[in-house]
Nanobody, 120 residues
Framework: VQLQASGGGFVQAGGSLRLSCAASGRTISSFHIGWFRQAPGKEREFVAAIRWTGVTTHADSVKGRFTISRDNAKNTVYLQMNSLKPEDTAVYYC???????????????WGQGTQVTVSS
């Protein structure tokens, strides 16, 4: 499976972006997919996840502002980001079949990352 993350960019605080994680190679409809982000000098952190059942989880820092969803017909997972804040600035990665091992996240498949920059 290859994951292609896209949709990042530069936006002012309060703005919106929609990230896409498009998969190729096989269907990801049965996969557990997550979004993570990493800001300069910080560790990679969990943002949101969606199970094959459609059940979603969002980090407290983005709850009410970000929404993860999936379109199995397009083999794509999305992250709608609204009310963006400067502290949301980071490289955003999607991952398939991830798990937490100790304090780190491991995944069978990672996307290449897309930069999100939010100005104040």
């Amino acid at each position: 499976v290859q994951l292609q993350a896209s949709g990042g960019g530069f936006v002012q605080a309060g703005g919106s972006l929609r990230l896409s994680c498009a998969a190729s190679g096989r269907t990801i409809s049965s996969f557990h997919i997550g979004w993570f982000r990493q800001a300069p000098g910080k560790e990679r952190e969990f943002v949101a996840a969606i199970r094959w059942t459609g059940v979603t989880t969002h980090a407290d820092s983005v709850k009410g502002r970000f929404t993860i969803s999936r379109d199995n017909a397009k083999n794509t997972v999305y992250l709608q980001m609204n009310s963006l804040k400067p502290e949301d600035t980071a490289v955003y990665y999607c991952a398939a079949e991830f798990r937490f091992v100790g304090g780190n996240v491991e995944a069978d498949y990672w996307g290449q990352g897309t930069q999100v920059t939010v100005s104040s």
